[in-house]
């Protein structure tokens, strides 16, 4: 299992900034951002909210902070919080104010929507003697209108960096370093180069995002390929993906691609599925998706395969900790790739969470002790050589394909 405290690619230093109790930067693990999309002064639906984002993973939450009931939420929201809390703050600078007067974690501005040197100024100096970090989000479809002038006309890389750099100023001024900054787009290549220029030209902490990524499947694609390509590049110290969707959906996704580059350690269950193909002896995507439902939201950090059929499954999926193929109506258990079970193929989803809880507890050794491999490993062969018989190595016909294709094109 990897490391969380080793990036296995070479990592940007950057400062390490406290939000609350959860370091962003430096070499902290990186962490995983969502934004409630209740009404801030609904104190329990957001509460809830947030609870369910820390279970799929959230590490710091952000919640708007626009009106003044919003603030008063925030006062009562932030005590009985899990994680950290940023009031994210657009236009009103008092806002920002009163939310830390609310007694939030943390600050996100808009350089776009804020633009008063004196009110920037004021905000960073209030950040500063109560030791709080603020994040320059800079967004490419709010950018200030005067360096949309001067670059164009148009959003680029460079408009966006001078514009995290503008506000940087006003924070020097004041003597604030507590900066985390982000400069999204919801062009995938247009905040990739954005963020890599800023990297360039700062220390402090990056947050990564595709903005208005959109609703999944299409979002989760736009953002993983901006943030994934950042992230192996070293840059980028915590993350948000931005979905039109329940924002569980953005903590579980963010917690899964770092956990899928081996940036954090595993937490749940890593499922892993043949494609299916001719072979298959059940509906793969369907045993799949059962299997996923049944280990939910269960903290088993192991990988567990689910293959189409016994005959290439368990070498296929070999690495796995724990895996089941199916053959002959039969679901063939493997741990560490040695047979341990055969059980109906009604029971193989029960069978999979029965096995995977017992390797949790005492290990895989314990499990292929407890088994009666020898017997699985008989009936398991039984029913390879019994499918092979019956469907030969060439389940897809390939063979007769071929001599039919040379027959057309040779005749
Ligand atoms: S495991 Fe079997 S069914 Fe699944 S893709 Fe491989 S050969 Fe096909």
Wanted: net charge negative; proline share 5%; aromatic share 4%.
């Amino acid at each position: 299992m990897t490391s969380p405290e080793k990036s296995p690619f070479a990592r940007r230093m950057t400062n390490r900034i406290m939000v609350g109790k959860v370091p962003v930067g430096g070499d902290s693990p990186i962490t995983v951002q969502s934004m409630t999309v209740t009404k801030t002064a609904d104190v329990e639906g957001t509460l809830q909210q947030i609870y369910a984002l820390a279970a799929a993973g959230c590490d710091i939450v952000r919640c708007t902070c626009n009106e003044i009931e919003a603030a008063e939420g925030l006062a009562q929201i932030v005590p009985r919080s899990p994680i950290p809390i940023i009031a994210d703050i657009h236009h009103q600078y008092k806002m920002a104010l009163a939310a830390m007067e609310a007694g939030v974690h943390g600050l996100r501005l808009n350089p776009g929507n804020i633009r008063k040197p004196e009110h920037i100024k004021i905000v960073a100096s209030e950040a500063r003697d109560r030791g709080l970090p603020i994040r320059i989000g800079v967004n490419g479809g709010s950018l200030d209108p005067e360096l949309y002038d001067k670059y164009g006309g148009k959003v680029t890389p460079e408009a966006m960096v001078e514009s995290a750099q503008r506000e940087m100023a006003y924070f020097d001024e004041v003597g604030f370093e507590q900066i985390k900054i982000s400069v999204k787009a919801s062009s995938v290549p247009l905040m990739v180069e954005a963020y890599r220029q800023l990297s360039e030209v700062t220390r402090h902490p990056l947050h990564l995002g595709v903005t208005e990524a959109g609703p999944p499947p299409a979002g989760l694609v736009k953002a993983t390929a901006g943030i994934a390509t950042l992230l192996m590049e070293g840059i980028g110290d915590t993350i948000r993906y931005s979905l039109t969707a329940d924002p569980v959906e953005e903590a579980r996704a963010g917690r899964q691609l770092l956990e899928a580059l081996g940036l954090r350690e595993r937490k749940n269950v890593d499922l892993i599925a043949c494609p299916s193909c001719g072979r298959a002896e059940i509906d793969v995507i369907d045993v799949a998706k059962r299997a996923m439902d049944a280990f939910g939201e269960r903290q088993l950090p192991l990988q567990v395969a689910v293959m189409g059929c016994v005959v290439n499954g368990p070498g296929e999926a070999r690495e796995a900790d724990l895996g089941i193929a199916a053959g002959n109506k039969r679901g063939h258990l493997f741990v560490k790739g040695r047979n341990v079970a055969v059980v109906p193929e009604s029971e193989m989803v029960e069978a999979l969470v029965e096995w995977a809880e017992f390797i949790h507890e005492h290990g895989a050794e314990a499990a292929i002790a407890r088994a009666d491999t020898a017997r699985a490993e008989r009936e398991a062969a039984k029913d390879r050589s019994q499918l092979l018989d019956e469907k030969g190595d060439d389940a897809n016909h390939a063979q007769e394909k071929i001599v039919e294709i040379r027959r057309t094109t040779q005749g």
